[in-house]
């Protein structure tokens, strides 16, 4: 992913505060566009703003029956993927709000039908009731006693808004959960291999660290410059600490602890010799950008190559990513979730008239596939790649796979 994360910070604080602010059709268009110039990027913004988003949608939105409500989310989830389809989180967070709301409705349905039949169609007479003495059931309209003055619509609203805030808690606990379990796979004395800018892995292992400190021992750390497009991020993350988003702090840039401060050996190398250092080092601790279910995994580039040459030199390989991450979908043709950047940063044309007939490219991801991951590390639990599909099974609805 970019570098630039402070400037996609404030995009995405900006975006929250006007959120509520401004008619719900201006707040997509606006996360649309924003979508589109990459000024909010990279998985953990992207689900914070799409949470957001949903929330003002079903709170606004006037409905009459369930079905109302999962079509108007379908059709704000098409507009979105379609804006940025490299962002597989987009999608994510929409699916499994659409699950959410089946999961909202459904026991609703049974309480006000006292079975779990299928409703019919509602009659013409019940139709033309006020709007008071109807409720929203399946795909059509019952009267059920309202003894506390809420309607059935303005109940699923508050329900699902309730379980949106708590997909919004799960996207801001999620890198602190992943750090507890540094305990369990990092040891004393480890070599630890890293490329990349990521928040997840700067506290798993700066909570490695800590509790190593505290046990005099220290961890060794080798991270890859990522060039070029992260290379200046890396160091100023090695030196001063990658930037923490706060969500209830959008006035001051707040850093985590530097990892050289932390009692952290940091030795930093080019891309190149990753195969060189590569039998010096224990573990091999990767960021993921996406997870699909089949196990493989969208990370920093240069990800692959650092895969491969673990595998070769028998090196356990762990990628760190929460489960918000992870996608129901399969990663047929690769290119689809592959993005590129500015050739410029790689080679500089103005420099040698030779380099017009030159091919070249620049790819800002990388995909890990599943059998070069020993372990997927998420915010609950550790898994081995071939248990995703399963894990992605209890997170997603059948239905909801493909509403496109």
């Given at each position: 992913m970019p570098a630039n994360t402070t400037a996609v910070s404030q995009d995405l604080f900006h975006y929250l505060k006007r959120c509520d602010a401004v008619p719900v059709q201006t707040s997509i268009d606006s996360f649309v566009t924003l979508l589109k110039q990459r000024r909010i990027q990279g998985a953990r913004s992207c689900a914070i703003a799409t949470?957001?988003?949903?929330?003002?949608?079903?709170?606004?939105?006037?409905?009459?029956?369930?079905?109302?409500?999962?079509?108007?989310?379908?059709?704000?989830?098409?507009?979105?993927?379609?804006?940025?389809?490299?962002?597989?989180?987009?999608?994510?967070?929409?699916?499994r709000a659409l699950g959410l709301i089946r999961e909202v409705t459904e026991p609703l349905h049974e309480d006000f039908n006292g079975s779990g039949s299928n409703v019919s169609k509602a009659s013409e007479k019940e139709l033309q009731a006020p709007s008071e003495q109807r409720n929203t059931v399946g795909h059509g309209l019952q009267s059920a006693p309202d003894n506390h003055s809420v309607s059935f619509a303005q109940q699923v609203k508050d329900d699902v808004v309730d379980?949106?805030?708590?997909?919004?808690?799960?996207?801001?606990?999620?890198?602190?959960?992943?750090?507890?379990?540094?305990?369990?796979?990092?040891?004393?004395?480890?070599?630890?291999?890293?490329?990349?800018?990521?928040?997840?892995?700067?506290?798993?292992?700066?909570?490695?660290?800590?509790?190593?400190?505290?046990?005099?021992?220290?961890?060794?750390?080798?991270?890859?410059?990522?060039?070029?497009?992260?290379?200046?991020?890396?160091?100023?993350?090695v030196l001063n600490g990658a930037i923490r988003s706060d969500l209830h702090n959008t006035?001051?840039?707040?850093?985590?602890?530097?990892?050289?401060?932390?009692?952290?050996?940091?030795?930093?190398?080019?891309?190149s010799s990753v195969f060189a250092i590569m039998p010096r080092v224990t573990k091999v601790v990767l960021p993921a950008q996406t997870i699909f279910c089949d196990g493989?995994?969208?990370?920093?580039?240069?990800?692959?190559?650092?895969?491969?040459?673990?595998?070769?030199?028998?090196?356990?390989?762990?990628?760190?990513?929460?489960?918000?991450?992870?996608?129901?979908?399969?990663?047929?043709?690769?290119?689809?979730?592959?993005?590129?950047?500015?050739?410029?940063?790689?080679?500089?044309?103005?420099?040698?008239?030779?380099?017009?007939?030159?091919?070249?490219?620049?790819?800002?991801?990388?995909?890990?596939?599943?059998?070069?991951?020993?372990?997927?590390?998420?915010?609950?639990?550790?898994?081995?790649?071939?248990?995703m599909g399963r894990i992605a099974s209890d997170h997603y609805r059948q239905a909801d796979l493909d509403f496109s």
């Open positions: 949470v957001k988003l949903l929330q003002r949608v079903v709170t606004t939105l006037d409905f009459s029956t369930t079905e109302e409500l999962l079509n108007r989310i379908k059709d704000v989830g098409k507009y979105l993927i379609a804006a940025q389809t490299k962002e597989a989180v987009v999608g994510n967070i929409v699916r379980g949106l805030a708590e997909m919004l808690d799960e996207v801001d606990a999620a890198d602190a959960q992943i750090a507890e379990y540094s305990q369990e796979q990092l040891h004393s004395d480890e070599v630890v291999l890293t490329c990349g800018v990521s928040l997840s892995v700067q506290k798993f292992l700066l909570k490695a660290a800590k509790r190593g400190s505290a046990k005099g021992q220290r961890i060794t750390l080798i991270q890859t410059e990522t060039a070029p497009n992260e290379k200046h991020a890396v160091h100023d993350v006035t001051q840039e707040v850093r985590l602890k530097a990892l050289v401060e932390s009692g952290i050996r940091v030795v930093t190398i080019a891309d493989s995994s969208i990370s920093s580039p240069g990800s692959k190559g650092i895969a491969q040459a673990a595998k070769f030199h028998k090196v356990p390989v762990f990628m760190l990513g929460a489960i918000y991450k992870l996608s129901p979908l399969y990663p047929f043709v690769v290119e689809d979730y592959v993005q590129f950047g500015d050739v410029g940063k790689s080679l500089d044309y103005r420099e040698d008239t030779l380099l017009d007939d030159l091919g070249s490219a620049n790819p800002l991801c990388d995909i890990v596939p599943g059998q070069m991951i020993d372990l997927i590390i998420s915010n609950i639990g550790c898994h081995a790649p071939s248990f």
